[in-house]
C-alpha cells in the first residue's frame, strides 16, 4: 500500500551502527517517564479526540503535542504541508524534534510514531492505543534523550500526522506525513542510520511483534535491546507484511523495523479493539510504556554503543 520512492538517499550500515564506539551520553526511560507519558497520553485524549486528518481539529491536536514537549525544555515545531487526498488538497501537520549529534556529518536516527486518528469510528472512539499511547511514549522520551545529553548521531522524534487513511490505502490516501517526512531527507540530502516505528505500544496485554518486513540486523539489535532491558520474551517476529508509517522509509532503501503490538484485544491473538470504540485509556498501562520506553532507551543506547 505505500509508495515507492526511487531515492539517492545515504544509509549508515546498521552492523557498524549497532557496534559504533561508545558515547558519554546514556538514555534511561525510568518509572517517572513512563508516568509522564502515561499523563500525556490521558491529557492528548481528552483534549484532543477526534484528531482526523486534514481537519482543525487534526491541526489542533499538532500544535498540542508542539506544546507539550516544549514543557519537558524540548524545542519541537510543527511542520504544515499540503497534499493531495481522497477530498482533494488538504492541509497536514507533522511534528519535528531534532537532537543534534556531536559526530561531524552525522547520520539520523528516527523514531516515528503516527497521532492522527482514522474517520468514521463514531461511538467516542479515543485512539488510545493507536495513535496517543506512542505520541505520549515520544514526549517521555524527548524528555529522556534531552536529560541524557548528545549522542554521536542525530536523533529525531517524528509525529506524523495521516498515517491513517480517509477511504482506501493507496498513492493519495495514506503515510501522507510519513511521505512529506522521507521527501524532506531526500531534499537535504540527509544519511539515514536507523528509522524505528513505534505504534500501539500501550496496550495493557503487551507483546510486541515485529512485522516481517524490516532489516534484519536492527531486528536483531531489537532483541539484543529486549535481553539487555530485562524484557526478554517481550518481542517477536511475525509472519506478516505490516504497512506503518516506517513502511515508507523502508521501501526507500532505509535500515527500519517496527515496534507493534497488533494484537489488541479481548483474548490472546485477538485484534478486535482495534480501529473501535473499544480503544479507550482503560485497555493501556503505565507498565506497557514503561517497557516500551525502557526498550527503545536501549535500542537507541546500543545504536550508538552504548548497550550494556
Known amino acids: 500500500m505505500g509508495i515507492r ?56 491536536a499538532a500544535s498540542w503535542i508542539m506544546d507539550r514537549v516544549s514543557r519537558t ?6 511542520d504544515g504541508f499540503k497534499a493531495d487526498s481522497p477530498r482533494g488538497m488538504k492541509s497536514f501537520a507533522n511534528v519535528v524534534v531534532e537532537f543534534r549529534g556531536t559526530k561531524e556529518n552525522a547520520p539520523w536516527i528516527v523514531l516515528i510514531s503516527h497521532f492522527d486518528t482514522p474517520p468514521g469510528i463514531g461511538g467516542g472512539f479515543e485512539g488510545a492505543n493507536d495513535g496517543a499511547s506512542t505520541t505520549g511514549l515520544l514526549i517521555a522520551l524527548a524528555r529522556a534523550i534531552r536529560r541524557a545529553g548528545p549522542l ?27 511521505k512529506h517526512a522521507l521527501k524532506g531527507f531526500i531534499d537535504r540530502k540527509r544519511a539515514v542510520k536507523a528509522v524505528i516505528g513505534l505504534d500501539m505500544l500501550g496496550d495493557r496485554d503487551l507483546h510486541i511483534q515485529m512485522p516481517v518486513n524490516g532489516t534484519i540486523q536492527l531486528q536483531n539489535a531489537v532483541f539484543e535491546a529486549a535481553k539487555r532491558a530485562g524484557l526478554e520474551g517481550l518481542v517477536s517476529v511475525g509472519k506478516d507484511v505490516v504497512k506503518d508509517d516506517f513502511a515508507i522509509f523502508y521501501d526507500s532503501g532505509c535500515p527500519a523495523v517496527n515496534l507493534i503490538d497488533f494484537q489488541f484485544g479481548s483474548a490472546p491473538g485477538k485484534n478486535d479493539y482495534w480501529h473501535t470504540p473499544e480503544d479507550k485509556m482503560d485497555k493501556i498501562s503505565e507498565e506497557s510504556l514503561l517497557k516500551s520506553g525502557m526498550l527503545v532507551a536501549e ?10
Open 5 to 60: 520512492f526511487r531515492t539517492l538517499l545515504v544509509t549508515a550500515t546498521v552492523a557498524a551502527a549497532v557496534f559504533s564506539t561508545a558515547s558519554a551520553a546514556v538514555v534511561k526511560f525510568t518509572p517517572d517517564d513512563a508516568r509522564n507519558a502515561y499523563s500525556a497520553v490521558a491529557e492528548f485524549v481528552r483534549e484532543c479526540t477526534p484528531r482526523d486528518a486534514g481537519t482543525i481539529r487534526g491541526r489542533l
Open 152 to 178: 554521536p548521531d542525530n536523533i529525531m522524534l517524528l509525529w506524523t500526522d495521516a498515517e491513517e487513511c480517509m477511504v482506501a490505502y493507496s498513492d493519495n490516501d495514506g503515510f501522507q506525513g510519513a
Open 299 to 308: 535500542l537507541l543506547n546500543m545504536l550508538e554503543g552504548n548497550g550494556k
Open 73 to 78: 525544555g524540548v524545542d519541537a515545531t510543527v
